[in-house]
């Protein structure tokens, strides 16, 4: 029987082209986002590209805990056991702090932050419970440090994030349930289409999410995705000097 992965924030991005790998792997899929009809047509697309797959979609918006629950619950009971679930559901909006935009700042702290708090925990009781399954955090490179300006408060709930699932590590290490927590850098999706600045580090999504599903797959603890440049480049924007820093960003 092929495997089941959940996916949240499914509907564009990295979610999507992660729904669309891991269906040319032969696994199953539970997707999950607010815009149902962007599900639908994903269903469709691969339907056609992987017959054999199953797909299930549901509405969610990750900031109704109680919904996070049901959904999470109602996956599993779809499916009889979820055996990966990817937290990935974010959002990139944010502005300087004091500059009148705590609203924007606060919607960005509650989606990427406590919103991934709440399916964390549906996502531990249903691998609690099964003994078993592979949970994956999608943080991002902007995590290692704290980032100026409109990436103050994403950059903290990324780091907040990564926290947490780096502590479910530490509590499973060793044990059936596995952790993974995936760094990403610049890759191309709604987030980022609008970008002031275009960045030659940004790669597309196609070949960023096939980083994100390679490491996954290889169930690693955490890793920088694409590893290059953003794993010697993360240790970098760790370390360096302040002078040195501001030129980076
Ligand atoms: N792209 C990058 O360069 C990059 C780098 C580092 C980390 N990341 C992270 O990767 C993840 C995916 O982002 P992306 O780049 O693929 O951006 P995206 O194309 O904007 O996708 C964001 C996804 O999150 C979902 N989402 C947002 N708010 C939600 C809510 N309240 N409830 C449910 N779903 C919600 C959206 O679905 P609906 O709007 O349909 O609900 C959408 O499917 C995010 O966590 C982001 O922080 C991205």
Redesign the pocket.
């Known amino acids: 029987m092929a495997q089941t992965i959940l996916i ?9 082209e992660m729904a669309r790998q891991f269906a040319a792997l032969g696994y199953d899929l539970a997707l ?4 149902t009809e ?1 599900l639908d047509g994903l269903k469709a697309e691969i339907a056609a590209s992987q017959p054999g797959a199953r797909v299930e979609i549901r509405a ?4 109704n805990d109680e919904q996070v629950f049901e959904v999470f619950h109602g996956f599993q009971a779809d499916f009889g056991t979820i055996d990966r679930i990817v937290i ?5 909006k944010g502005a300087p702090l004091g500059t009148g935009r705590y609203d924007a700042n606060r919607e960005t702290a509650m ?2 932050f406590v ?1 991934a708090l709440c399916q964390a925990e549906a996502a531990m009781e249903i691998f609690r419970a099964q003994n078993a399954g592979h949970f994956v955090m ?5 995590a290692v440090r704290g980032m100026p300006k409109t990436l103050t408060t ?1 950059a903290a709930t ?1 780091a907040g994030v990564a926290h947490l699932a780096e502590g479910l590590r530490a509590e499973l290490y060793g044990k059936p349930i596995k952790v993974t927590v995936l ?10 289409e609008k970008i002031d600045k275009p960045t030659p580090l ?1 790669v597309s999504t196609e070949k ?1 999410v096939k980083a994100m599903v390679s490491a996954i797959e290889r169930e690693v603890g955490s890793a920088a995705v694409p590893a290059l440049p953003w794993a010697p480049l993360g240790v970098v924007m760790k370390h360096a000097p302040m002078p040195v820093f501001k030129r980076l960003i």
């Open positions: 949240t924030g499914a509907s564009s991005g990295l979610g999507a999950c986002a607010r815009r962007k969610l918006d990750v900031t990935n559901a974010g959002l990139g989606t990427n919103a999608v943080s991002s490179m902007s994403y990324k760094y990403p850098g610049y890759i191309a999706s709604e987030m980022n940004m960023g």
